[in-house]
């Protein structure tokens, strides 16, 4: 993988390894977009060390969860597609 790439990480099944390995990711100087799908992010997820270093990493999440929408964007079918198809490497976690 050379520097530079776009990484789309997709938290499907572990939110928290999701998040840590997005902003594991920008060490390398990949631009990195962090998609939590499948459920809801609870306040513990969100206030973990792992919250902390997608802050420091300059990461803002988005999800495909409806009852999401105005804590984090909100990506519909088409944005989420876009997504992907933008991508240069998709992570599924």
Request: without cysteine.
């Given at each position: ?6 990484v ?30 499948d ?43 876009a ?11």
């Amino acid at each position: 993988m050379s520097e530079g790439r776009t990484v789309l990480v997709l938290a499907r099944r572990d939110h928290l390894e999701a998040m840590r390995v997005a902003a594991g990711l920008t060490i390398f100087g990949h631009r990195v977009r962090l998609v939590f799908m499948d459920r809801p992010v609870t306040g513990e997820i969100a206030t973990s060390e792992q919250a902390e270093l997608l802050e420091l990493a300059g990461i803002e999440p988005e999800s495909t969860v409806a009852s999401m929408a105005g804590v984090v964007p909100l990506l519909d079918r088409a944005a989420l597609a876009a997504a992907i198809d933008g991508a240069d490497l998709v992570v599924n976690l």
